[in-house]
C-alpha cells in the first residue's frame, strides 16, 4: 500500500511536529509517505525530519509555505502541498492529532475497490490524555452515509446532514482541483472553505461514512483555525463580509461540477436548500432572504473559471490492488499508546 496513499500534514502557527503523533505513526510503521506542509511564522528546523533519528519508519517530505498568516495563505499551502502528491489518494492528517493506520488502511481498500465513492471516512472520535489513562469520547460524526445514485440527492443531503469531510480519505486529483479552486479565488472565508468541501466531493460521487472502527482520534490544539478570529461560525456567516461573495460562488461551485461530470442542473435546488440551512441556522426564515435570485445569477460569472480548472484534472480512476487488513477497536488502538 506504501504508493497508494499521502498523509498531507499541515503545521499551522506553531513550529514543531507533536512528537507523539510521529512516534505513534513510526511505532505504527506507517509506510505511507508523509508531506509537512509548514505555515509557521518562520521555517521549521527541518534536518531533524530529514535525518529521521526519532521516526526511522518514516518517509517524510518536508516544505515551506511562507506564514499562514489568513486561512486564504493556508488555502495557497494546501493548494501547492497537493500538486507534490502522486499517489492515486491523499488524507489531511492535522500535526496534533493521531490516526489508526490500520483504518487508514482499511479506507484505502474500500476506495481502491468502490470507483463510485469520492470520500471514505470512519469513526472520529477526542481523545483526553490524563497520567495515567487516555478518556474515548463518543464518536463526533454519525450521519450515515451519502450513497444516492443522483448528484442532486447527495448534495442535498451533504447540506441538510451536514458532517465535516476533513478527516476523510480522497482521491487525489479530485482533492487537488478542490484547493486549486479555493486559491484561485483568494478565499479567506472558513466557513466556504469548511462547506464547500463537502458538497463538493458529494457532487462528485458517492461518501463512506462511517462509525465503527478505529480511524481518527482529534486532540483539539493550538491552530491558525481556532484562534486570532480567522473563523466564524456557520450561524454567522450571513452577517459577515464573505457572504456576498462566498453564496453565489458555492452556488457555482456545486453546479458547475454537476454539470460537469453528470450534466445535471441544480443550481436553483441547491441554492434554495443551500440558504434555506443558512438563514435555519441564523435563526431566520429563508422568506425573508430576498437575494435568492440575485445570488443564483451572481453565481453564473463564476462558472467559467471554474470550469477552466476542472477541466484540468481526471476524475475517472481505476482498480488498485491492495489487502484488506483487521479492524480495530477504539479500546485496541488506545491500549498500543502504552499509557
Same mark, same amino acid.
Given at each position: 500500500?506504501?504508493?497508494?496513499?499521502?498523509?498531507?500534514?499541515?503545521?499551522?502557527?506553531?513550529?514543531?511536529?507533536?512528537?507523539?503523533?510521529?512516534?505513534?505513526?513510526?511505532?505504527?510503521?506507517?509506510?505511507?509517505?508523509?508531506?509537512?506542509?509548514?505555515?509557521?511564522?518562520?521555517?521549521?528546523?527541518?534536518?531533524?525530519?530529514?535525518?529521521?533519528?526519532?521516526?526511522?519508519?518514516?518517509?517524510?517530505?518536508?516544505?515551506?509555505?511562507?506564514?499562514?498568516?489568513?486561512?486564504?495563505?493556508?488555502?495557497?499551502?494546501?493548494?501547492?502541498?497537493?500538486?507534490?502528491?502522486?499517489?492515486?489518494?491523499?488524507?489531511?492528517?492535522?500535526?496534533?492529532?493521531?490516526?489508526?493506520?490500520?483504518?487508514?488502511?482499511?479506507?484505502?481498500?474500500?476506495?481502491?475497490?468502490?470507483?463510485?465513492?469520492?470520500?471514505?471516512?470512519?469513526?472520529?472520535?477526542?481523545?483526553?490524555?490524563?497520567?495515567?489513562?487516555?478518556?474515548?469520547?463518543?464518536?463526533?460524526?454519525?450521519?450515515?452515509?451519502?450513497?444516492?445514485?443522483?448528484?442532486?440527492?447527495?448534495?442535498?443531503?451533504?447540506?441538510?446532514?451536514?458532517?465535516?469531510?476533513?478527516?476523510?480519505?480522497?482521491?487525489?486529483?479530485?482533492?487537488?482541483?478542490?484547493?486549486?479552486?479555493?486559491?484561485?479565488?483568494?478565499? &479567506?472565508?472558513?466557513?466556504?472553505?469548511?462547506?464547500?468541501?463537502?458538497?463538493?466531493?458529494?457532487?462528485?460521487?458517492?461518501?463512506?461514512?462511517?462509525?465503527?472502527?478505529?480511524?481518527?482520534?482529534?486532540?483539539?490544539?493550538?491552530?491558525?483555525?481556532?484562534?486570532?478570529?480567522?473563523?466564524?461560525?456557520?450561524?454567522?456567516?450571513?452577517?459577515?463580509?464573505?457572504?456576498?461573495?462566498?453564496?453565489?460562488?458555492?452556488?457555482?461551485?456545486?453546479?458547475?461540477?454537476?454539470?460537469?461530470?453528470?450534466?445535471?442542473?441544480?443550481?436553483?435546488?441547491?441554492?434554495?436548500?443551500?440558504?434555506?440551512?443558512?438563514?435555519?441556522?441564523?435563526?431566520?426564515?429563508?422568506?425573508?432572504?430576498?437575494?435568492? &435570485?440575485?445570488?443564483?445569477?451572481?453565481?453564473?460569472?463564476?462558472?467559467?473559471?471554474?470550469?477552466?480548472?476542472?477541466?484540468?484534472?481526471?476524475?475517472?480512476?481505476?482498480?488498485?490492488?491492495?489487502?484488506?487488513?483487521?479492524?480495530?477497536? &477504539?479500546?485496541?488502538?488506545?491500549?498500543?499508546? &502504552?499509557?
Amino acid at each position: 500500500m506504501k504508493d497508494l496513499l499521502t498523509l498531507v500534514v499541515p503545521l499551522l502557527d506553531r513550529h514543531a511536529l507533536t512528537h507523539r503523533v510521529l512516534q505513534n505513526l513510526n511505532r505504527q510503521k506507517c509506510e505511507f509517505k508523509i508531506i509537512v506542509a509548514d505555515g509557521s511564522l518562520t521555517e521549521f528546523n527541518k534536518e531533524r525530519l530529514k535525518q529521521g533519528v526519532f521516526y526511522e519508519n518514516l518517509d517524510i517530505e518536508y516544505f515551506y509555505n511562507g506564514h499562514d498568516y489568513d486561512i486564504n495563505r493556508y488555502m495557497n499551502k494546501m493548494h501547492n502541498a497537493f500538486q507534490k502528491i502522486s499517489t492515486p489518494f491523499a488524507m489531511i492528517f492535522d500535526n496534533d492529532d493521531l490516526i489508526d493506520i490500520s483504518g487508514i488502511r482499511r479506507g484505502v481498500y474500500f476506495m481502491s475497490n468502490n470507483l463510485d465513492y469520492s470520500t471514505y471516512r470512519n469513526d472520529v472520535r477526542t481523545l483526553e490524555f490524563s497520567d495515567s489513562y487516555v478518556d474515548i469520547k463518543d464518536s463526533l460524526y454519525t450521519y450515515p452515509s451519502i450513497e444516492q445514485e443522483e448528484a442532486k440527492d447527495r448534495l442535498i443531503d451533504s447540506v441538510i446532514n451536514f458532517n465535516s469531510f476533513n478527516y476523510a480519505v480522497f482521491r487525489s486529483e479530485q482533492i487537488k482541483c478542490f484547493f486549486e479552486i479555493m486559491d484561485l479565488f483568494d478565499n &479567506n472565508d472558513f466557513q466556504l472553505f469548511s462547506k464547500s468541501l463537502a458538497y463538493f466531493f458529494a457532487s462528485i460521487g458517492k461518501c463512506k461514512r462511517l462509525f465503527n472502527e478505529s480511524y481518527y482520534y482529534f486532540i483539539p490544539g493550538y491552530t491558525i483555525l481556532q484562534t486570532g478570529n480567522k473563523i466564524h461560525k456557520f450561524r454567522e456567516w450571513m452577517d459577515t463580509k464573505f457572504w456576498d461573495k462566498s453564496c453565489p460562488l458555492m452556488i457555482s461551485m456545486a453546479s458547475s461540477i454537476c454539470e460537469h461530470l453528470h450534466k445535471e442542473d441544480v443550481r436553483r435546488p441547491f441554492a434554495e436548500v443551500f440558504i434555506k440551512e443558512v438563514c435555519e441556522k441564523a435563526g431566520i426564515s429563508d422568506s425573508q432572504y430576498k437575494n435568492l &435570485n440575485r445570488d443564483i445569477e451572481e453565481s453564473k460569472k463564476f462558472d467559467s473559471k471554474i470550469r477552466q480548472v476542472l477541466e484540468k484534472y481526471k476524475f475517472e480512476d481505476k482498480e488498485y490492488g491492495c489487502e484488506q487488513c483487521d479492524a480495530k477497536t &477504539n479500546e485496541e488502538f488506545v491500549q498500543s499508546l &502504552n499509557i
